[in-house]
């Protein structure tokens, strides 16, 4: 599999970095306890319906004490629009719970704490340790790891492969901000069924031999 060379690798995110400078997530949050729920919710969802949801849900619930008090019946009741909702309500309460069981409340900034929450994974854990606590973690979900294999900026088998990769390959003064790039890149230019070869300033570079025009 053909794999970019370093000095376009830089180029490619100097190019994103100065289309977009401060990159950020599309979920909608106040806290740090906000983001952690909408990430959770967003699994196998998309960050609009999952917007959607919890307007209502953090109007009703800002905080881990008031979920616990909205029981299950109520979360699900306010995210029933999102897939696998009812798992997904079952999630967020216990990991409120155990939020104020085991931290007081606040969200942990350290990943082995994070991924001991029920519905919290690697990915996730990413996204909150690096859109919260501005940690240059990599997370990666369908879009970079279709993103880092078609463009060969960072190919690998499966997303461990990707994200080791992209930790070696992404230059350091662009890593903190290189999840935000490429999730963005990849949801609206390099799509999956079709992507916007015509609209992306990084064709020139990039290494997918199928482009579009």
């Known amino acids: 599999m053909a794999t970019m060379?370093?000095?376009?690798?830089?180029?490619?995110?100097?190019r994103l970095h100065e289309a977009n400078p401060n990159?950020?997530?599309e979920l909608e949050y106040a806290t740090p306890y906000q983001l952690l729920v909408a990430v959770v919710l967003s699994a196998q969802a998309t960050d609009r319906s999952v917007n959607l949801a919890t307007r209502g849900?953090?109007?009703?619930?800002?905080?881990p004490e008031a979920m616990v008090a909205l029981g299950e019946d109520g979360i699900a009741g306010h995210i029933k629009t999102i897939g696998l909702f009812?798992?997904?309500?079952?999630?967020?309460?216990a990991l409120s719970?155990?939020?104020?069981?085991?931290?007081?409340?606040d969200v942990p900034a350290e990943r082995a704490a994070l991924e001991a929450l029920p519905?919290?994974?690697?990915?996730t854990a990413n996204v909150v340790l690096n859109t919260v606590f501005r940690q240059p973690v990599m997370a990666v979900d369908t879009h970079i790891f279709r993103l880092a294999n078609r463009t060969g900026l960072a190919?690998?088998?499966?997303?461990?492969?990707v994200e080791q990769a992209l930790m070696r390959r992404v230059p350091k003064d662009y890593l903190l901000d290189a999840h935000h790039?490429?999730?963005?890149?990849?949801?609206?230019?390099?799509t999956a069924r079709k992507p916007k070869c015509g609209a992306c300033i990084v064709r020139d570079l990039c290494l997918f031999r199928d482009k579009t025009d």
């Open 97 to 105: 719970r155990q939020l104020l069981e085991r931290h007081g409340g």
């Open 86 to 93: 009812r798992n997904k309500a079952k999630n967020t309460l």
């Open 181 to 190: 790039w490429l999730i963005l890149h990849g949801r609206y230019v390099c």
């Open 155 to 161: 190919p690998g088998k499966d997303v461990g492969e």
């Open 5 to 14: 060379k370093r000095e376009a690798i830089r180029e490619f995110f100097r």
């Open 119 to 123: 519905g919290v994974g690697r990915k």
């Open 57 to 63: 849900l953090f109007a009703a619930a800002p905080t």
């Open 23 to 25: 990159p950020r997530t």
